[in-house]
């Protein structure tokens, strides 16, 4: 820290102060304030305890649900309800913002299927698909916001689950398919925040692979040497240090360069999708020249239009 005594200088020496000490002392200064904006606007994007969304299956329509990743379960918060029921991905752009993914139509809603946005609790259905997946999948946003991508199984004479993508999200919404992945159970899809690279969990390889967002090739990282179930999510958080899967209720780290698991506790819900909540643009514009510096260095501080 800068000490109030640095810039007591005897008004005799400020002549002989050369230009190049000027610069440096201002220099100095200027890195110790940018510092201390950049720690500030750091804890900013810790953000929210809650920091990690869920939809789970405990109702009609399914609940939204919080949850600290330090103390799942016990730190859970209702945040509200979606439609409706077999939401397969969803994703965060604000605290209190996502998109999500119904796969068919909900219980005695026909119609239900295709792109949704939840906004403070009021939904609005963005595009209807025309066919119905009643397996597992996923969702994500790219990384500049302006996509969303889907694992889904379209029923096709292809076997297998393909990705798709909603295009043009803020306006008239378009559905188009990427590829056939040749993979049968891909329960979990994630934008890697800082490599732009879809990653994607298979329970039927019990493996982790990358997916090309030209042709939905997938390529293999890593199997994880655990036999998990159906029905989940996968996420990064916002800065890239984590990517989480959830199956059913258990939450797993996933090591993104081998697909090892670590287990990381239970959010004691029946998990159909999972996000991360990423801060409120807002919070970071109060914070002015440090939030401003850490987003040249990131990626992705949020996600949204």
Same mark, same amino acid.
Do not use: H
């Given at each position: =820290?800068?000490?109030?005594?640095?810039? @007591? %200088? *005897?008004? &005799?020496?400020?002549?002989?102060?050369?230009?190049?000490?000027?610069?440096?002392? %201002?220099?100095?200064?200027?890195?110790?304030?940018?510092?201390?904006? $950049?720690?500030?606007?750091?804890?900013?994007? @810790?953000?929210?305890?809650?920091?990690?969304?869920?939809?789970?299956?405990?109702?009609? #329509?399914?609940?939204?649900?919080?949850?600290?990743?330090?103390? #799942?379960?016990? /730190?859970?918060?209702?945040?509200?309800?979606?439609?409706?029921?077999?939401?397969?991905? %969803?994703?965060?752009?604000?605290?209190?913002?996502?998109?999500?993914?119904? /796969?068919?139509?909900?219980?005695?809603? *026909?119609?239900?299927?295709? $792109?949704?946005?939840?906004?403070?609790?009021?939904? &609005?259905?963005?595009?209807?698909?025309?066919?119905?997946? !009643?397996?597992?999948?996923?969702?994500?946003?790219?990384?500049?916001?302006?996509?969303?991508?889907?694992?889904?199984?379209?029923?096709?004479?292809? /076997?297998?689950?393909?990705?798709?993508?909603?295009?043009?999200?803020?306006?008239?919404?378009?559905? &188009?398919?990427?590829?056939?992945?040749?993979?049968?159970?891909?329960?979990?899809?994630? %934008?890697? #925040?800082?490599?732009?690279?879809?990653? &994607?969990?298979?329970?039927?390889?019990?493996? $982790?692979?990358?997916?090309?967002?030209?042709?939905?090739? *997938?390529?293999?990282?890593?199997?994880?040497?655990?036999?998990?179930?159906?029905?989940?999510?996968?996420?990064?958080?916002?800065?890239?240090?984590?990517?989480?899967?959830?199956?059913?209720?258990?939450?797993?780290?996933?090591?993104?360069?081998?697909?090892?698991?670590?287990? !990381?506790?239970?959010?004691?819900?029946?998990?159909?999708?999972? /996000?991360?909540?990423?801060?409120? #643009?807002?919070?970071?514009?109060? $914070?002015?020249?440090?939030?401003?510096?850490?987003?040249?260095?990131?990626? =992705?501080?949020?996600?949204?239009?």
């Amino acid at each position: =820290m800068l000490r109030v005594k640095e810039f @007591a %200088m *005897p008004l &005799a020496r400020i002549g002989r102060t050369s230009r190049p000490k000027r610069r440096k002392k %201002m220099t100095r200064v200027f890195a110790t304030v940018t510092l201390v904006c $950049l720690l500030a606007s750091g804890s900013a994007l @810790a953000g929210i305890s809650q920091n990690w969304g869920v939809i789970s299956t405990a109702g009609d #329509p399914d609940p939204v649900t919080a949850f600290d990743l330090n103390n #799942p379960g016990a /730190s859970n918060v209702g945040l509200g309800f979606v439609d409706g029921n077999f939401n397969r991905g %969803m994703d965060f752009y604000g605290e209190s913002q996502f998109y999500y993914y119904v /796969s068919t139509d909900s219980l005695n809603q *026909p119609g239900d299927r295709g $792109l949704w946005r939840w906004d403070n609790n009021v939904n &609005a259905q963005l595009f209807n698909t025309p066919f119905s997946d !009643s397996g597992d999948g996923d969702a994500t946003l790219s990384n500049d916001y302006s996509r969303f991508f889907i694992s889904t199984d379209d029923g096709d004479s292809t /076997s297998g689950d393909s990705i798709y993508v909603f295009d043009n999200l803020g306006g008239a919404v378009t559905f &188009a398919e990427i590829g056939e992945t040749g993979l049968s159970q891909l329960i979990g899809i994630a %934008m890697d #925040p800082l490599s732009g690279l879809l990653y &994607a969990y298979d329970s039927g390889t019990e493996a $982790l692979y990358t997916i090309s967002t030209t042709n939905a090739a *997938p390529t293999l990282v890593g199997a994880s040497g655990v036999s998990l179930g159906a029905i989940g999510g996968m996420d990064f958080s916002a800065d890239g240090s984590t990517l989480l899967l959830s199956v059913a209720g258990d939450l797993y780290k996933v090591d993104k360069n081998n697909g090892q698991l670590t287990p !990381s506790g239970d959010v004691g819900l029946n998990v159909s999708a999972l /996000s991360y909540r990423v801060p409120e #643009p807002g919070t970071l514009t109060l $914070l002015g020249l440090g939030a401003l510096a850490l987003l040249r260095r990131r990626p =992705m501080a949020w996600r949204g239009s």
